[in-house]
């Protein structure tokens, strides 16, 4: 039987990342894909204080057994902050296969 896997997106302002990548590491994560992008939404609904959210952002991927998951996810929200509005988001999934990677 297979290794189940989980994939952990964040999205962080921009210069975020690294924190959360060395945080992801300290739990367990043997690796990470970082990719930028710009975000909407939230900074059009906070109005005047949108302007301090910056649409400009870093989308950090990480595939963990899924018996770490949880622990990977806490240090991730912990080192970004993520539970404050406007720092970021953080979602998991399921992943029915990997291939090239060697987690343990």
């Known amino acids: 039987m297979s290794q189940q896997n989980e994939l952990i997106i964040t999205v962080v302002q921009r210069g975020e990342a690294e924190a959360l ?3 992801a590491a300290r739990a367990g994560a043997t690796g990470s894909t ?8 939230v900074r059009e609904k906070l109005g005047v204080l949108g302007s301090l959210i910056q649409p400009e952002k870093e989308v950090v991927f990480i595939v963990v057994p899924a018996k770490i998951t949880d622990k990977v996810l ?3 929200v912990e080192a970004g902050k993520l539970e404050e509005p406007g720092m970021g988001m953080a979602i998991t999934m399921p992943l029915s296969r ?3 990677l060697h987690l343990e």
């Not at 970082?34 to 939404?41: K, V």
């Open 21 to 23: 990548i060395e945080a």
């Open 34 to 41: 970082t990719a930028y992008g710009r975000g909407s939404g």
């Open 74 to 76: 806490d240090a991730v």
């Open 98 to 100: 990997v291939v090239g």
